[in-house]
């Protein structure tokens, strides 16, 4: 059983920067792609963007393409969101979650693992 922490939430201005991590406690951490989603209040989790278990293949979801970039450190068992150019829009829950497949899925429903959230609020 992988246990997922995330950190690094807090509340910042809009256009201000964040990274938040997602420390995994399984030594096995390179076996899973990692995702990065958020919930906004009375919003469904969508799928942020997330990243290959090797880290060579990352994806976006447009709403956050060119301000947001996802990396991972396997030595270290974490995965990272930072978070530039931040808006109002992007307040949300984030969480990280893992599924064992070489590449991230877009379903929500297929991630082995989840973590806990961790609040993001943008303010304008």
Same mark, same amino acid.
């Given at each position: 059983?992988?246990?997922?922490?995330?950190?690094?939430?807090?509340?910042?201005?809009? =256009? =201000?920067?964040?990274?938040?991590?997602?420390? /995994?406690?399984?030594?096995?951490?390179?076996?899973?792609?990692? /995702? @990065?989603?958020?919930?906004?209040?009375? +919003? !469904? !989790?969508?799928?942020?963007?997330?990243?290959? *278990?090797?880290?060579? $293949?990352? #994806?976006?979801?447009?709403?956050? +393409?060119? !301000?947001?970039?996802?990396?991972?450190?396997?030595?270290? $068992?974490?995965?990272?969101?930072?978070? $530039?150019?931040? +808006?109002?829009?992007?307040?949300? %829950? #984030?969480?990280?979650? /893992? %599924? !064992? *497949?070489?590449?991230?899925?877009? *379903?929500?429903?297929?991630?082995? #693992? @989840?973590?806990?959230?961790?609040? %993001?609020?943008?303010?304008?």
């Amino acid at each position: 059983h992988v246990q997922l922490v995330e950190s690094g939430g807090g509340l910042v201005q809009a =256009g =201000g920067s964040l990274r938040l991590s997602c420390a /995994a406690s399984e030594d096995t951490f390179s076996d899973y792609a990692m /995702a @990065w989603f958020r919930q906004a209040p009375g +919003k !469904r !989790r969508d799928l942020v963007g997330g990243i290959s *278990r090797s880290g060579l $293949n990352t #994806y976006y979801a447009d709403s956050v +393409k060119g !301000r947001f970039t996802i990396s991972r450190d396997n030595a270290m $068992n974490t995965v990272y969101l930072q978070m $530039n150019s931040l +808006k109002p829009e992007d307040t949300a %829950v #984030y969480y990280c979650a /893992a %599924v !064992r *497949r070489v590449a991230v899925v877009g *379903r929500e429903t297929d991630y082995d #693992y @989840w973590g806990q959230g961790t609040q %993001v609020t943008v303010s304008s």
